[in-house]
Structures are given as C-alpha cells and as structure tokens.
C-alpha cells in the first residue's frame, strides 16, 4: 500500500516506459506519416491548405512531421526537437483544420499533443540514441 501511494520515480522503470511511449506513439504516427509520404513522392499534392501556406508545402511538413520526425522519436534522436513539428502538426489539427469539429473527432490530435509534451520535458530517456550521445559527450569532457 505505501508504494502505490509513493511519489518515488523509478529510474528504470521510467526508462523502460519512455522507450514502449516512443516505439508505439512514434509507430502510430507513422501510419498516418507513410501514406502522406507516398503521395507526396507520386507527386500527388491533393492536400488541405490550412494555414494558407499551399497544398504541396502543407503535405510535405505533414510528411517531415509524421514520417520524418516519428522515426526520430522511434530511435530517440533529436527527440525534444523532433516533438515540435509534431506538437505544431497536431496543434493545427486541432485548432483550425477540425475547429469546428465535435471534440471528438479531435482528442486523438490533442493526445497526441500531450504525449509529445511529455516527450518534450522528459527526453527519450536511456534507451535511446540521445543517450549513447550524450554518454560520449560526458566521457570526452573528462579527458
């Protein structure tokens, strides 16, 4: 009973944690990312234009934020930069392209902006290639 009420973190348990939230999240939005990246190399820019930047520009920073930028987060490279066009994506999901939705139809976006938060304030945590990057910076300093 006193470990369920603790507000202790368990580092490896944590860790272990991050790497299942980015695998499956970073996966997730893939599937959305690799149907858009397929298009896109078709040359096939029937898109929404909801920020008034164009079709095919619209399409290609979806493809760099959900293809590009979920494998980022699958691996953990460049994680906390790799989250901001994903936060920005679903933010105009969310915002302006089903601003007029029932809150249904958008709470996977804004899911997804909490979980790339998440990522944002957390890191990638141990298991990833942030890690083994930042553990080669920390023995380099020494020498």
């Not at 298009?39 to 290609?60: E, H, R, T, W, Y």
């Not at 066009?85 to 105009?92: C, G, K, R, S």
């Not at 930042?134 to 020494?142: I, V």
Request: charged share 15%; glycine share 8%; aromatic share 8%.
């Amino acid at each position: 009973m006193k470990t369920l009420f603790s507000t202790n973190i368990n580092n490896a348990l944590l860790n272990l944690w991050l790497l299942v939230l980015r695998l499956s999240v970073g996966a997730t939005m893939l599937s959305h990312g690799l149907p858009k990246l397929s298009k896109f190399m078709a040359g096939n820019i029937q898109f929404a234009d909801p920020i008034g930047l164009g079709a095919g520009v619209s399409l290609g920073l979806a493809v760099f934020a959900e293809a590009i930028c979920s494998m980022l987060i699958i691996v953990g490279l460049g994680t906390r930069f790799a989250v901001i066009p994903l936060i920005i994506t679903m933010m105009v999901a969310t915002f302006i392209s089903h601003a007029a939705d029932p809150f249904a139809k958008k709470e996977l976006a804004v899911l997804y902006i909490l979980i790339y938060i998440t990522l944002a304030v957390t890191g990638p945590g141990a298991f990833s290639i942030d890690a083994l990057i930042s553990k080669k910076k920390k023995h380099r300093s020494y020498k």
